[in-house]
């Protein structure tokens, strides 16, 4: 059985040090949930009290409607993977994976019929009398698993488990994980602070910052209208830049340029910033109405070439722009801007609301 989430005002306090205030979210059956923020924003600390291991000192943890505050740990009927692999080091491979049936009154048989199905689910049947030392990472992690899912928990905890691999193997884990939480269907908590994993890997994200939900959505959601600058900042690269909203031309002025801006919630004047990711902006060299400006400096990285640009009124930014053969683009260059307007998220000027209409 697979179950869904409902964390309610939780609090978490170490002493007299409050690491998370107030938060509350809801999972739902079989998602991929990831928790993502920067080191110490509390996110182990959140997974730790839905597994168990740490006092809870505010708030309700359900899975369904069963209240798991006061629930032993080993009642609760959860897999988990950590970013060190926790897997027994005198043990073979196929015997780690037994380990967790081994108290479950099964018959030798049916032990031996669920290890190796989810030996074969993570492609590591072959190396089944292996001992873990003679493993690489990527597989040491893959039994790690397997032990964890073969005792068909309700619930999988992942606790940044790809950050000991190296870039590769990260990427092809990552779609491995994925792949296997589909396959299998089951509710996911997933830890990381690398955003673009998160963002591969995830059906949504809560992104954290000091014990504090900032923004949960899609990784859609998340990167096109993210909840206020430090998650526009946070996931993806993005330009800000100080603007005026004028409410009563629906305008945004940017130094002596101005655009019309219809999708704008709020109703007050005043000074605003900006977020425009790096792909949002056109370059050109011929003057067809765009924001005159001068290149500073490009660095050519195979796909993309990344561009500084300096405006007229000298706020610089970062431009993406494909590497085509023919692109005639150099420092010193005099070019014309053009931005997807569409895609500006303009906020408050302490960066704290996105004043889009659709947020
Ligand atoms: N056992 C503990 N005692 C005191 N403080 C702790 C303990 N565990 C974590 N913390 C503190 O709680 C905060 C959040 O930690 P953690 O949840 O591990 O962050 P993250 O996993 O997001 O990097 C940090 O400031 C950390 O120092
Ligand atoms: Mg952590």
Do not use: W
Request: aromatic letters at 8%; glycine letters at 6%.
């Amino acid at each position: 059985m697979s179950v869904n989430i409902s964390v309610r005002n939780a609090v978490k306090r170490y002493g007299a040090v409050t690491i998370i205030p107030d938060l509350s979210i809801e999972i739902k059956d079989k998602e991929f949930f990831t928790l993502l923020g920067p080191s110490g924003c509390g996110k182990t600390t959140l997974l730790r009290m839905i597994a168990g291991f740490n006092t809870i000192e505010g708030g309700e943890f359900y899975f369904n409607e069963t209240c798991i505050n006061e629930m032993e740990v080993s009642k609760r009927n959860i897999g988990m993977v950590f970013q060190n692999y926790a897997i027994f080091p005198h043990y073979t491979v196929q015997q780690n994976v037994e380990f967790g049936l081994k108290n479950r009154r099964l018959s030798r048989d049916e032990i031996k019929n669920a290890t190796r199905e989810f030996l074969e689910l993570m492609q590591i049947q072959e190396y089944h009398d292996r001992m873990p030392e003679r493993l690489s990472g990527g597989q040491q992690q893959r039994v790690a698993l397997a032990r964890a899912l073969v005792i068909k928990p309700d619930v999988l905890l992942m606790d940044e488990p790809l950050s000991n691999l190296d870039a590769k193997l990260r990427l092809e884990m990552r779609q491995a994980i994925r792949n296997l939480q589909k396959e299998v269907g089951i509710t996911t908590v997933y830890v990381t602070h690398d955003q673009e994993e998160a963002m591969a890997i995830s059906d949504r994200i809560a992104v954290m910052k000091d014990g504090v939900i900032q923004h949960v959505g899609t990784p859609q959601e998340i990167y096109h209208r993210p909840a206020n600058i430090f998650v526009a900042t946070f996931i993806g690269r993005t330009n800000l830049l100080n603007a005026h909203y004028s409410a009563a031309n629906k305008s945004i002025q940017l130094d002596d340029f101005s655009f019309p801006m219809e999708n704008i919630a709020a109703s007050e004047e005043g000074p605003v910033v900006l977020s425009i990711r790096p792909e949002d902006f056109t370059m050109s060299k011929e003057d067809s109405g765009g924001i005159k400006s001068t290149i500073t400096d490009s660095i050519f990285l195979g796909l993309n070439t990344h561009f500084m640009v300096a405006l007229p009124g000298g706020q610089e930014i970062e431009i993406i722009h494909e590497s085509v053969l023919d692109l005639d683009f150099k420092s010193g260059d005099r070019v014309y801007l053009t931005i997807k307007v569409d895609k500006i998220n303009v906020f408050s000027e302490d960066g704290n609301r996105n004043l889009s209409r659709d947020v």
